[in-house]
């Protein structure tokens, strides 16, 4: 039995769950009379990126109105609402809170109405020098109504030589450092932007004659808009009456960095980016995996739905028969009532149901996209096993998280994460797993049909493209100013703690 970070590891469940949380979906629509209905649809199909809050900024060329709220996208709007959002022009933002708190005065889009005029901002990503540059425009006189990383590229496009276009918005974009797909929105122009190393994807369509700029493609799918091309790393394209225009931001190329994750977990099957389609992608992770870690079993079922392609590709690779034996109830919400011995392991089995007809004698594969913590994967197990599986054999479409990520995800700091703080052979103790195979760097690349030096891969081997403070995490400059917004301690962990539908 070993204890690491303040957890046991072996033999003993616990303390709580861990996750990799989403982390944020940006639209935008240019010259459409029904720009807000559409930026919500955009949003509903991104709403697998985060579900903490939404919002939505129209702007009709003279004034921008404005509606967020906390919740999923059909909790935050109604037909009455999306009425009084007007104008041929809309940002819309659905959030997983990687910089700040989960609270409305960080719910996105944000908006400001200074000396350049009205501006809006939809933000996807981490920036990584957030802290020092709040403290020089503080320092300057910036007055900060939030505290999201978001807002400082607000205030620097507000100082006085930003005029919504040219060498000024190039300017203001160098300043900031890290992780970064950016939807904003001027009087009078769309404007689209991703980082230089193309941490967050980010793409451009048409429908009719409007364009459209969203995280994936599969916000483009249901509103009948034409894929048009993936935004560059570093391009920063603005949407006017003129059209579409393109500039590069950073004329020198940084290191692709591209989050490899994505393809593993985050984009949904039926987005492309890339070039490559998620979902084929996902398949090819199971065919390697079969390739690489060839088991002899009766069943391979996947852990739904992250699991699913790559199970179904380690079925199609080694024969061995594919069964849908878990059941998802997609339909969880919050409990008002707390688990209590009358329903143990309630977390894990609200989610997922086992058919035990189909595992009963048999020796199982069970695949799934990641092993954070491990504490839902030992239940998994468990859970086979008590219904009378003969072996379970745990694979994972990807290597073990080794490390944490600070350009976007919520993965936990390394104390945390299970493989950081043990072998592989004491995660399947862990687990009471009969054999834990996880997918090799090369293979997961190898999935993608992309080169290695396209991606970031830090979570597994530690190589971050864009240094970092390691002592800042999401609530670090709630930290800092906390006597400045005026929350008590007892206010600041209660606002830490929402988490509402």
């Known amino acids: 039995m070993s204890v690491k970070g303040g957890c046991i590891y072996s033999g003993v469940a616990m303390q709580e769950q861990i996750y990799p949380k989403h982390y944020c979906g940006v639209f935008g629509i240019y010259g459409h009379p029904n720009a807000a209905e559409l930026t919500y649809y955009g949003l509903y ?7 903490e809050s ?58 400001v109405d200074c000396a350049r005029g009205q501006l809006a901002i939809a933000h996807n990503g981490n920036l990584t020098n957030a802290a020092q540059l709040r403290a020089e425009l ?16 607000l205030h620097l496009m507000a100082q006085p030589s930003f005029n919504g276009c040219g060498s000024s918005l190039v300017q203001a974009v160098r300043r900031i450092e890290g992780a970064y797909s950016l939807v904003i929105m001027t009087e009078k122009e769309l404007i689209g932007i991703r980082d230089p190393h193309g941490f967050r994807p980010l793409c451009i369509g048409r429908v009719n004659d409007a364009w459209v700029l969203a995280s994936e493609t599969c916000a483009l799918d ?15 394209v603005i949407i006017n009456s003129d ?27 039926d987005s492309t980016i890339a070039g490559r389609n998620v979902h084929q992608a996902r398949v090819e992770m199971g065919r390697e995996l079969a390739r690489e870690h060839p088991l002899q079993a009766d069943l391979v079922i996947p852990v739904p739905d992250s699991g699913n392609c790559a199970a179904l590709g380690y079925s199609l690779e080694s024969g061995i028969p594919f069964e849908m034996a878990f059941v998802r109830n997609h339909y969880v919400g919050r409990s008002f009532l707390q688990p209590s011995q009358l ?13 035990n007809e189909l595992v009963k004698g048999k020796r199982v ?3 799934d996209d990641s092993i954070v913590r491990g504490t839902t994967c030992k239940a998994r197990v468990k859970t086979l096993k008590e219904a009378g599986a003969k072996e379970v054999h745990v694979l994972v479409s990807c290597p073990p998280h080794m490390h944490p990520c600070v350009y976007g995800i919520d993965f936990p700091d390394r104390s945390k994460l299970m493989a950081a703080n043990n072998s ?21 690349v190898k999935a993608t049909g992309l080169s290695q030096d396209s991606f970031c891969m830090a979570c597994y081997d530690g190589r971050y493209p864009v240094p970092f403070d390691p002592a800042m995490d999401k609530h670090t400059i709630e930290r800092r100013n906390g006597r400045v917004l005026g929350l008590s301690e007892a206010l600041a962990k209660e606002r830490a703690q929402i988490r509402l539908l």
């Open 365 to 367: 594969i069970i695949v």
């Open 424 to 444: 592989i052979e004491e995660i399947r103790k862990y687990l009471n797993a009969d054999s834990l195979h996880y997918l090799s760097q090369d293979g997961l």
């Open 54 to 111: 939404a919002g939505i900024v129209t702007c009709d060329g003279r004034q921008m109105r404005v509606h967020r709220g906390m919740g999923l996208v059909p909790q935050v709007f109604t037909g009455e609402i999306l009425h009084q959002l007007v104008g041929p022009m809309a940002v819309g933002h659905t959030r997983y809170s990687t910089t700040g708190s989960s609270h409305l005065r960080n719910a996105q889009p944000l908006t």
């Open 243 to 269: 059209g579409l225009t393109s500039m590069q931001a950073f004329p020198e190329q940084e290191r692709r960095a591209f989050c490899i994750f994505e393809y593993v977990y985050f984009a949904r099957p």
């Open 222 to 236: 249901l509103i009948h808009a034409k894929f048009v091309r993936d935004v560059e790393p570093g391009e920063i």
């Open 138 to 153: 503080e320092a300057r006189g910036s007055i900060f109504q939030t505290t999201v990383d978001s807002e400082i590229i």
């Open 343 to 355: 329903i143990r392991d309630f977390d894990v089995r609200v989610k997922l149901n086992l058919i």
């Open 45 to 51: 199909a991104l709403q697998h990126r985060g579900q």
